[in-house]
Antibody, heavy 121, light 110 residues
Framework: QMQLQESGPGLVKPPGTLSLTCAVSDGSITDSNWWSWVRQPPGKGLEWIGEIHHGGNTNSNPSLKSRVTISVDMPKNQFSLALSSVTAADTAVYYC??????????????WGQGAMVTVSA | ETVLTQSPGTLSLSPGDRATLSCRASQSIRSSYLAWYQQKPGQAPRLLIYGASTRATGIPDRFSGSGSGTDFTLTISKLEPEDFAVYYCQQYVISPPGYTFGQGSKLEIK
């Protein structure tokens, strides 16, 4: 059964760059076409950050687009998120997620456990 | 920009009750692009329903989704203790490509 695991620093100083990696295990990153990052500030709802195709194409939330870089490392079977110029408002649990492969549908059918990232000086 | 509005914000029910949660879009969306998730405290979201009405793998049949256009509903026919959680709807937007979530509905024990 495929698993996703986020990793990265739990504390980032502003206005630095938040960097996270999602490792895909017990399966291949080519098992799904698209992979996403989603975040959740403490006590709040879910916000989609962006997605990447295993071929390298990306899309991002327009509200974050200028600060988001998502990349994929096929040999390492992982994908990564970089969020630049962070502020306290970027403090959140960050999740990686796998997209459904059912044609014509959308949704995220597998999630990582989440990584808490705090932005503070 | 299409906004998803979920109601009620909080629903207080007892085990065995029927729960009905609403997700309303500010403009018509494609049913195949509407999904529902369940999230329990300290856990990642779990996909319940995709394509507005198709249960994801392993989801009990007490969960059902319906709707089209701008109005979508998640129904839990007979609440089990483990169903008390926060529920989110999600849509896929074609242009620019991306996803948005509703603000969530909390289902709590009465």
């Amino acid at each position: 059964q495929m698993q996703l695991q986020e990793s990265g620093p739990g504390l980032v100083k502003p206005p630095g760059t938040l960097s996270l990696t999602c490792a895909v295990s017990d399966g291949s990153i080519t098992d799904s076409n698209w992979w996403s990052w989603v975040r959740q500030p403490p006590g709040k709802g879910l916000e989609w950050i962006g997605e990447i195709h295993h071929g390298g194409n990306t899309n991002s939330n327009p509200s974050l687009k200028s600060r988001v870089t998502i990349s994929v490392d096929m040999p390492k079977n992982q994908f990564s998120l970089a969020l630049s110029s962070v502020t306290a408002a970027d403090t959140a649990v960050y999740y990686c997620a796998r997209h459904l492969v059912t044609p014509g549908t959308r949704g995220f059918d597998l999630w990582g456990q989440g990584a808490m990232v705090t932005v503070s000086a | 920009e299409t906004v998803l509005t979920q109601s009620p914000g909080t629903l207080s029910l007892s085990p065995g009750d029927r729960a009905t949660l609403s997700c309303r879009a500010s403009q018509s969306i494609r049913s195949s692009y509407l999904a529902w998730y369940q999230q329990k405290p300290g856990q990642a979201p779990r996909l319940l329903i995709y394509g507005a009405s198709t249960r994801a793998t392993g989801i009990p049949d007490r969960f059902s989704g319906s709707g089209s256009g701008t109005d979508f509903t998640l129904t839990i026919s007979k609440l089990e203790p483990e169903d008390f959680a926060v529920y989110y709807c999600q849509q896929y937007v074609i242009s620019p490509p991306g996803y948005t979530f509703g603000q969530g509905s909390k289902l709590e024990i009465k």
